[in-house]
């Protein structure tokens, strides 16, 4: 499965964006989407995920500002982030699995990753 993120860019303090992450044919209804992020000098971090059923997954420092979602004609899961803030920016990539729910927010837990999208959020 090859994944595509875009969306990504520059947005001032409190703004908004929407990333989307596309895989170019029909996965599978047993599997999970996740986002991730990776900031300079450090770790790759889990942000959110999408897993059959329609469960969402949230990190503590994303919550109720995230919000992520799927469309099935597209094929696309999206990430729309809003009240965005300085600590938000970083590359954000995609990535599809088939975690076991414990493994949900472990990187290591997905198979298939996009090119990476980047985000930055000025002061």
């Known amino acids: 499965v090859q994944l595509q993120a875009s969306g990504g860019g520059l947005v001032q303090d409190g703004g908004s964006l929407r990333l989307s992450c596309t895989a170019p044919?029909?996965?599978?209804?047993?599997?999970?989407i996740g986002w991730f992020r990776q900031a300079p000098g450090k770790e790759r971090e889990f942000v959110a995920a999408?897993?059959?059923?329609?469960?969402?997954y949230y990190s503590d420092s994303v919550k109720g500002r995230f919000s992520i979602s799927r469309d099935n004609d597209k094929n696309t899961v999206y990430l729309q982030m809003d009240s965005l803030k300085p600590e938000d920016t970083a590359v954000y990539y995609c990535?599809?699995?088939?975690?076991?729910?414990?493994?949900?927010?472990?990187?290591?837990?997905?198979?298939?990753w996009g090119q990476g999208t980047q985000v930055t959020v000025s002061s």
């Open positions: 990535a599809h699995g088939n975690p076991i729910l414990s493994s949900i927010t472990l990187a290591r837990a997905y198979t298939n």
């Open positions: 999408f897993r059959r059923g329609g469960y969402t």
């Open positions: 044919r029909r996965t599978s209804s047993n599997y999970a």
